[in-house]
């Protein structure tokens, strides 16, 4: 080879390494906020383990390493303070003290035990009249309001946006319900709720509002924990109240911190996962939709391919404990390192044809999630409810509200269908805002007779 050949093919190798560069103000574009799988192609091939020094963080996005992680609680925490430093929980954040601050401490343990037990089992089956309750009554006003366009000539068949009419509304009223509020304060609730997952955002607009929400919702529920405390009744309130972990319960200020944590990570996460499930039925796989319509208990299958294709949380914080040595890269202590889930779960290495959402597929376990991610039938699970110490306490509950809430809307529409030919799909929220990947808007026709 030549001086010049040689010169030649390192510029090329150079190049080639700049073309594979990420530049980290990516990030924040608004094409990765669309379309986010390009770049995690990227960082799972070339990249994984980025430093990513713009948002001071360390990025990991293959399958093996995000589980790795996540099942390594000595070397990983889930808390954003220093324990050895001064943290005064709620007021950097919008929820106040609750399980997910606490890391991977004792509290961590006491909180998630104490009431872990309510999502699953026998207790959540007692709560199950009511989700049914609840998607009933939202189809319902979805029914009437088609019926009136009809019978006034607007219409000749049913229609519904489904994000506003429906999804947005069901799971919080869920909560409201299982808590034990008084039906007549849940638009309250829901207004709260709203300003709240805003709020979990880094704009100090968004942040105000969301704390004001939070100062407003805690003085309300002040006097409902007080009834809880004298007079118990069955409602979720008086069960975390009065909730015994060794002995021991929760105090005052945990059980609010715990409530407004309820309403992001079990009301905004199942409402969006329902909209993700709709939009991939309607515009991404109308094929087995039909399949779906044919036999319902596929729509197991629809939740646990849409959280592994399409998950609502993409990303999920955990800090060094230690300097930390993973592939060839040294991670400092104290060090953020973000799990990318979203690019795990289409991680070529693990899931075959990553990029097809296919509730046929045989390489995923569908069906009930487990927390340390081991199937009996070898599968591997998706990663949209984390694994481990902080694996997700609503798995259960989420299934079944997706599950019933889907399964009602097709009963109660006929042949629905999009709208529109076209969509913009499912995106991230405005930067500055809080809150999780959804479709906006979802518009589905059906007809009423
Ligand atoms: C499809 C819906 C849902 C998704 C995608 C989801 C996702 C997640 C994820 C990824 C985590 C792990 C956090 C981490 O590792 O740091 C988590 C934790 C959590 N989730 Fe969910 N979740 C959903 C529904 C629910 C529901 C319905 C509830 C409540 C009933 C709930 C309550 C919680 C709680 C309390 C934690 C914290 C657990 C801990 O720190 O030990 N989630 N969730």
Not at 86 to 97: A, H, I, M, N, T
Not at 168 to 190: H, W, Y
Not at 222 to 234: H, M, N, V
């Amino acid at each position: 080879m030549t001086a010049t050949e040689e010169s030649l093919t390192m510029e090329e190798a150079i190049r080639e390494q700049l073309k594979l560069a990420i530049d980290p103000q990516v990030f924040d574009g608004a094409e990765y906020q669309q379309d986010p799988f390009p770049i995690y192609r990227q960082l799972r091939d070339h990249h994984p383990i980025y430093q990513d020094r713009l948002h001071n963080r360390w990025v990991v996005s293959r399958y093996d390493d995000i589980v790795a992680i996540f099942q390594n609680n000595d070397d990983f925490d889930r808390a954003s303070y220093d324990p050895k430093g001064e943290y005064e929980f709620g007021k950097d954040q919008v929820f106040g003290p609750n399980i997910l601050e606490y890391g991977n401490s004792d509290e961590h343990r006491f909180l998630r035990n104490v009431v872990a037990d309510q999502f699953v089992g026998n207790r959540l089956a007692g709560f199950l009249p009511f989700i049914e309750q609840i998607a009933r009554e939202l189809m319902g006003t979805i029914w009437e309001e088609s019926a009136d366009d009809i019978a006034s000539g607007f219409s000749d068949k049913g229609e519904v946006e489904l994000v506003s009419q429906f999804t947005n509304q069901f799971p919080i009223r869920v909560i409201s319900n299982m808590l034990g509020l008084p039906r007549e304060d849940e638009e309250t609730f829901v207004r709260w709720y709203q300003h709240l997952i805003e709020g979990l955002g880094f704009g100090g607009e968004y942040f105000a509002k969301g704390m004001q929400a939070r100062n407003e919702m805690w003085d309300y529920l002040d006097p409902l924990i007080r009834k809880a405390e004298d007079a118990p009744g069955e409602d979720l309130i008086s069960r975390i109240v009065h909730a015994e972990f060794r002995g021991q319960r929760m105090n005052v200020d945990e059980i609010k911190g715990f409530i407004a944590l309820l309403l992001a990570a079990g009301g905004d996460t199942t409402d969006k996962a329902i909209a993700n499930m709709w939009y991939h039925m309607l515009y991404t796989r109308p094929d087995q939709f039909q399949e779906v319509q044919r036999a319902p208990s596929l729509w197991t299958n629809v939740f646990t391919e849409m959280m592994r294709y399409d998950p609502v949380v993409h990303g999920q914080a955990r800090h060094t404990t230690r300097e930390i040595k993973i592939l060839d890269r040294v991670i400092p202590e104290r060090a953020l390192v973000s799990l990318f889930l979203g690019a795990g779960n289409r991680d070529e290495r693990v899931f075959r044809d990553p990029d097809t959402y296919d509730i046929f597929r045989d390489d995923l376990h569908m069906g009930r999630e487990l927390r340390s991610g081991r199937y009996p039938d070898g599968k591997h699970g998706h990663l949209g409810f984390g694994m481990g110490q902080h694996f997700c306490m609503g798995y259960a509950m989420a299934r079944q509200e997706a599950i019933i809430a889907s399964t009602r809307l097709g009963e109660a529409m006929k042949n629905p269908r999009p709208k529109f030919p076209t969509h913009e799909g499912i995106t991230s929220p405005n930067l500055g805002s809080g809150g999780f990947r959804a479709p906006k808007e979802l518009w589905v026709e059906f007809d009423v007779n």
